[in-house]
């Protein structure tokens, strides 16, 4: 079985990193970068509901509730790719 990787940042260094413009845009980067890997991963037909659904205030708890497993599966997706045959 594969050793699974996890990428942790403490709560401290992240708030500091946070707090240097540089390192505020470049988290915002990677996470806008996995939100559009998640999004064009979705069938056309679910992107069209889910995508609008999101903006929603019951949207947008659903998404910071599934924000981790989607960080999760990203990485786990890096780790594992598909081999082409």
């Not at 401290?12 to 980067?29: M, W």
């Not at 979705?42 to 599934?66: C, H, N």
Request: aromatic letters at 10%.
């Amino acid at each position: 079985m594969k050793k699974q990787v996890r990428l942790v940042i403490d709560e401290v260094s992240f708030r500091a990193a946070r707090e240097r413009p540089e390192a505020k845009e470049a988290l915002n980067r990677w996470a806008g970068h996995i939100a559009d890997v998640f999004v064009n991963s979705l069938p056309a037909e679910e992107a069209q509901v889910l995508i609008p659904w999101f903006g929603t205030p019951d949207g947008k708890k659903t998404l910071r509730e599934l924000w981790p497993k989607i960080v999760d599966a990203y990485f786990h997706a890096l780790c594992n790719p598909k081999r082409k045959t």
